[in-house]
C-alpha cells in the first residue's frame, strides 16, 4: 500500500521531487483542487499536498513537493518501491466545474502542480484554457508540456527573465485581462501557488470584477474538519479550508491572516530541520537522543 | 424470629461491616511530579486492596448500581468474584456486557452513573466501583490470559462500521460475537476515536486503547485506518457491498467563541490542542515530527473534563501558569470532581465567574492576552443552572499567550453532508431512534455523539450496543 512506484526531481535548488504512489481508490475518486495526506512513518507528522495528477486505471497518484521543511526533506529521500506509511484522501472539495467561458489559470512555482489537475477537470468540462505559468528562474519550470497540452494559450514567465516572459506572472495576469475588456470572453480565475503570490494574483483581477478562486495551503492536522488548525477568514467569516476548501474566492481571502498562520511553527520547523540534517534523525528508534 | 426479619438483620449487620470500612483510596502520583510528566494519574489497587475494596459490597439481591450503568455491567457478580480473589473471572464477567472495561473504569463518571446509586452511599462511600472495573481489567491485561468469547457461527452478513472510537469499537464487537463479518472504517491512522486524540495520556495510556482494538481483530473484526468515509467512499457506495452500516463518527467539530482575535496564532481549539499532544506525540516533540506552540502561560476556556484535560495537558508541556477560564462557579462546572481535583493539586488556576470578551494580539499575528468581563449568578436557565450575567465595566486583561478554547463540539458533518437521504436535526446532528439507533435509511444505523451530541464514552458504548443488537434483528429479518 502506498508504494511510490515513480520519483523524478525537477529541480535541485530548491528541491522539487515528483513521485507517483500507488492508491487506486483515491486514484479513481480524486477529482480537481482535492488534496491527499501523507504521514512517512510512526513519528511522522501529518501534511496536506494537493494532487497534481492521477491516472485511475493503472491506481496512480501523482504528487510534486518542494523540500521545505523535515517532512518534505525526508519523503525526498523515500526512493521507488518505498511506503508511506499513510497516504489519505481525496479530501476538501474539487473544484466547482462549470461553463465558465475561457478560465485564466495562474500558477506560481510548485502552484503549477494543483492547477494540473484542475486545468485537465475544466478542460474536460468543455472550458477554453488560458494558463500562465511562472517561476522565480527556468529550472523551478516544470511540467511546461503537460500544461500546454491542456491549455489553449499557454504564457511562460520567470522573474529573472531567465526563461519566457522576464516578470511576474500577475504582469501578463494584467496584460491579458485589459486584452479581455472587449470579449469579455473569461469568466474566472484561478490562480494557485505561494500565498503573496495569491494575493497579488487577486489584487489583480479585482479591479476587472472577475471571480477569482484561490487554494490555499494552510496548516492542518486532521484534515476532516475536526481540529481547526486550518481555520482562515474568508468575507469575515471563519472557515475551515480542509472541509470548506481548499479553494475560496479570493477577492475574499484575508491573505495577511493567511501568511502570519502560516508562521506558527516556524521555530519548530527550524529545530527539526537541523536536527535532521546533522543527522540526528536517524529515523530509527529515537532511544539515543541522536547520540550515536 | 421470621425469615424476613433474620434476612434484614443480616443485611443490616453486613451494612454497618462496610460501613466501618472506609473506601480504600487509589494511590497516585503526587501532584508536583505528575505535573511534568505524561504517566498515569492514578496507579491502580493492588490485589489486596482490591479484595478489601471488594469486600464492601452488600451483593444486593436488586442491584441499584446496574440501573445506572449504560451498558448495565453485572456490577455485584464481578465484585464477588473480586472479593473472592478470582480476578480473571471477574474480568471475564465484566467483558460478558462492557468489551472495554479498562478504559471504562479509568473515563467513566462513576460518580453519576452506577456508585451514585449504591447503597452504602446514603450512610457512607459507595463501592469504588469503577476503581475495581479497572483492577480486573487491568489483571487480565497484565496475565495476558484474554479470554476470547464464543462466536455465534457464521450468518454471512456484512456489516461497515464508520468511526472507530467507543460506539463504533461497541457495536463492532457485539455484532463480531453475533456471527457477522464486521469492518471498522477509522478516518485517523489510529483506532480509537476520543480515546486515542481526546483523552490525554496521563488519564488513559494509549496501549490500553490499543490492547482494547488489538482485542477486537483478534476477534476477527477487520480494521481500515486512515480511510475517510464520506470521500473516499459513501455511505450509499458502502451499502452497496455491505448489508448494514454503523455510523458513529462522534462530535469531531469545534465550537469557537466567536470573539475577536481567535484565529489569532497561539490560539487552538482543545481538540487541535489535545489532537497535537495525544495522537501526534507532540510533547515528544522533536522527536515526533508534530510540533506544539508550548506557551508560557495558558488559559483554556470552559469547565468540562476535556477543558481540564488541556490546562493539565499545557503544565505538562511546560506551562508556568495554566489557567482555566470559566463564565459560572465551580458548583455548575460539568467537568468530574476528580478531574477538577486533579487539576487543582497539580497547580491549575481556576478563574471562574469570567467570560472571555475579546483575544488581544500584536502586529505579527501572535496572542498576547484576553480581555474577560466578570460575571454573577443570576436566575437558573433551562439546564437548571444559574445563569451567568455580565457585570458592566468589570472587564480585566489576562497576559497569556496560548489560549485553548473547550467550550464543545458540534457533530462532524463529513457523513451527513455526504449523505443526502440521510436525516439530520437542525444541529446537524444525525436522526436516529433512541430505542434502536435506527436512523431513516433502512440498514443505517447511528450512535454516541454525532446522534447526541457531545457526551461520555460509556454512553457512546451504550450507542453502540443498543445499535448493535437492532442491526443484528434487522439482518437476520432480512
Known sequence: ?292 | MTEEKKEKKEKKEKVNKAKKLPRHPMPEQEAKVRAHNFDEVPLGYSNETAMLEASRCLRCKKPKCVEGCPVNVKIPEFIGLIADGDFLKAAHKLKETNALPAICGRVCPQESQCEIKCVLNKKGDPVAIGRLERFAADYERAQGKIELPEIKPATGKKVAVIGGGPAGLTAAGDLIKLGHQVTIFEALHKTGGVLVYGIPEFRLPKAIVQAEVDYLKALGVEVVESYVVGRIETVDELLERFDACFIGTGAGLPVFMKIEGENLNGVYSANEYLTRSNLMKAYLFPEYDTPIVVGKRVATFGGGNVAMDSSRTALRLGAEKSYIIYRRSMDEMPARDEEIHHAGEEGVEFLLLANPERLIGDEKGWLTGVECIKMELGEPDESGRRRPVPIEGSEFVVDVDTVVVAIGNGPNPLVPSTTPDLKTNRWGNIDADPETGATNMPGVYAGGDIVTGAATVIQAMGAGKIAAAAIHEYLNGE
Open chain 1, 1 to 292: 500500500m502506498n508504494r511510490i512506484v515513480a520519483k523524478e526531481e525537477f529541480s535541485q535548488n530548491p528541491s522539487v521531487k515528483m513521485m507517483q504512489i500507488e492508491a487506486p481508490r483515491i486514484a479513481r475518486k480524486a477529482k480537481g483542487g482535492q488534496f491527499v495526506v501523507f504521514r512517512l512513518d510512526e513519528t511522522g507528522e501529518r501534511v496536506p499536498l494537493t494532487v497534481a495528477d492521477t491516472d485511475p486505471e493503472k491506481g496512480l497518484v501523482t504528487i510534486i513537493f518542494q523540500e521545505v521543511g523535515k517532512s518534505t526533506m525526508k519523503l525526498g529521500k523515500f526512493e521507488v518501491g518505498d511506503c508511506l506509511a499513510d497516504f489519505i484522501g481525496p479530501l476538501g472539495q474539487p473544484t466547482h466545474m462549470g461553463d465558465f467561458g475561457t478560465v485564466l489559470c495562474v500558477a506560481g512555482g510548485i502552484g503549477i502542480a494543483p492547477t494540473h489537475n484542475i486545468v485537465k477537470a475544466l478542460k474536460a468540462h468543455g472550458n477554453k484554457i488560458i494558463t500562465i505559468i511562472g517561476a522565480r528562474t527556468k529550472d523551478l519550470i516544470f511540467w511546461e508540456d503537460k500544461m500546454r497540452d491542456l491549455s489553449d494559450e499557454l504564457y511562460v514567465c520567470t522573474d529573472d527573465g531567465s526563461y519566457g516572459t522576464h516578470g511576474l506572472v500577475t504582469k501578463v495576469e494584467q496584460e491579458l485581462l485589459e486584452k479581455n475588456r472587449e470579449s469579455g470572453e473569461i469568466g474566472l480565475v484561478i490562480g494557485i501557488g505561494p500565498p503573496i503570490m495569491m494575493k497579488f494574483v487577486c489584487k489583480t483581477s479585482e479591479p476587472f470584477g472577475i471571480k477569482t478562486l484561490v487554494s490555499l495551503p494552510t496548516i492542518m492536522v486532521d484534515a476532516t474538519g475536526m481540529c481547526g488548525a486550518c481555520r482562515i477568514t474568508v468575507g469575515g467569516e471563519t472557515k475551515f479550508v480542509c472541509v470548506d476548501g481548499p479553494e475560496f474566492d479570493g477577492h475574499k481571502v484575508d491573505f495577511d491572516e493567511l501568511l502570519k498562520r502560516q508562521s506558527i511553527y516556524l521555530k519548530q520547523e527550524k529545530v527539526a530541520v537541523e536536527r535532521y540534517q546533522r543527522g540526528d534523525d536517524c529515523g530509527c528508534c529515537s532511544e539515543c537522543g541522536g547520540d550515536e
